[in-house]
C-alpha cells in the first residue's frame, strides 16, 4: 500500500512542485496520474522511491517510511520498486538480456553483482521477463540495436525482473511513436493484472489513461485536485483540471 500524508516538495530554487498531497493507494491497483506538464506527476512518482526527498509530510510504501532512508536502507528500498523512465535508461552498449539482468542485482551479494555472476535461476527469470514482453529471440542484441519501442519494452522487463512491489512509469510513451503507447501501456496493464503488481503510470495524453486506468488522480500547479474512479472523470472535468480551475483535494 502507498500512502501519501500531507507530502509536499520544494526545490532548492523556490519551485513548489507538491502541495500537501494525501492519498492512499492499494495493492494491486493501476492508476494512471495525469496533468499539465509541470503539475508535479513526476516530482510525485520519484518521492514513492526516494528518487526525490520531500520536505514536508510522509510517504509509505508497504509500510516503509520512504523519506526516513537513506544509504543503504534506501538502495534496498529501491530495488523493491521499479522505474520505468521516458528515455529508458538502458546501457546501449550491453545486450538486452544483459540489461534485463540488471534488475536481479538486488538478489545478488554486491561481489556477485560486480563480476556478473548471475546464477541459472536469474537467465531463466530475464530470459522469461523478455518472453513476456514479446522480445522471445532478442536475448542477445545490443541495445542500440533495437528500436526506441524495443528498447523500452527491454526497460519493461528490466523491471519485472526486480520482482517489485511498485511499478512506477514516468510517460513511458513519451519518447515513442504515438502508436506504441498501446503496446507498452498494454504491458504494463498485462502485467498489473498477471502478477498483481501496483502500477502508477503518469500519462500526457487523458484518452489513454480513460482506456487503461481504473482509477485516476489529476495534478495542477503541484495539487492533487482529482481522485476518482476512471468513468467519473467527466469532458467536464478534465477541461477544468487543465485549465487549473478545480480547487485542491
Ligand atoms: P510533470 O511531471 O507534471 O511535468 P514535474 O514533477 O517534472 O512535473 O515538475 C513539477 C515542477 O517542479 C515544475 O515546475 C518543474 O519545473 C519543477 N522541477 C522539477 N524538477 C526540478 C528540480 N530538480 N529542480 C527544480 N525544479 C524542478
Redesign the pocket.
Known amino acids: 500500500m502507498i500512502e501519501a500524508k500531507g507530502l509536499g516538495?520544494v526545490?532548492?530554487?523556490g519551485?513548489?512542485?507538491?502541495r500537501d498531497i494525501n492519498v492512499t493507494i492499494d495493492d494491486g491497483e493501476f492508476v494512471a496520474v495525469i496533468?499539465?506538464?509541470?503539475?508535479?506527476?513526476?516530482?510525485?512518482?520519484?518521492t514513492l522511491n526516494g528518487l526525490?526527498r520531500p520536505t514536508s509530510g510522509t510517504v509509505r510504501v508497504g509500510g516503509v517510511e520512504v523519506n526516513r532512508l537513506s544509504g543503504r536502507s534506501l538502495a534496498q528500498f529501491r530495488r523493491t520498486v521499479g522505474f520505468i523512465f521516458q528515455q529508458f535508461n538502458l546501457v546501449t552498449r550491453l545486450t538486452a538480456l544483459d540489461n534485463v539482468l540488471h534488475g536481479r542485482l538486488g538478489y545478488l551479494p554486491t561481489w556477485r553483482g560486480i563480476l556478473g555472476l548471475y546464477s541459472e535461476r536469474d537467465y531463466e527469470l530475464a530470459a522469461g521477463y523478455l518472453d513476456e514482453v514479446g522480445l522471445a529471440g532478442k536475448e542477445h542484441v545490443r541495445v542500440d540495436n533495437l528500436s526506441g519501442g524495443q528498447q523500452q519494452r527491454v526497460a519493461i522487463a528490466r523491471a519485472m525482473a526486480q520482482q517489485p512491489q511498485l511499478v512506477l512509469a514516468?510517460?513511458p510513451m513519451a519518447s515513442l511513436d504515438p502508436r506504441l503507447s498501446d503496446v507498452i501501456l498494454g504491458l504494463l496493464k498485462n502485467y498489473n493484472e498477471a502478477h498483481g503488481v501496483t502500477v502508477l503510470v503518469?500519462i500526457h495524453v487523458l484518452e489513454l489513461a480513460r482506456r487503461y486506468a481504473r482509477r485516476v488522480l489529476a495534478?495542477n500547479q503541484?495539487r492533487l485536485v482529482f481522485d476518482g474512479p476512471t468513468e467519473t472523470l467527466t469532458d467536464d472535468l478534465a477541461a477544468q483540471i487543465y485549465a487549473g480551475s478545480l480547487e485542491a483535494l
Do not use: M
Not at 496533468?35 to 520519484?46: M, P
Open positions: 516538495v526545490f532548492p530554487n519551485t513548489e512542485a507538491l496533468g499539465l506538464s509541470g503539475a508535479g506527476k513526476s516530482t510525485f512518482l520519484r526525490v514516468d510517460e503518469n495534478f503541484g
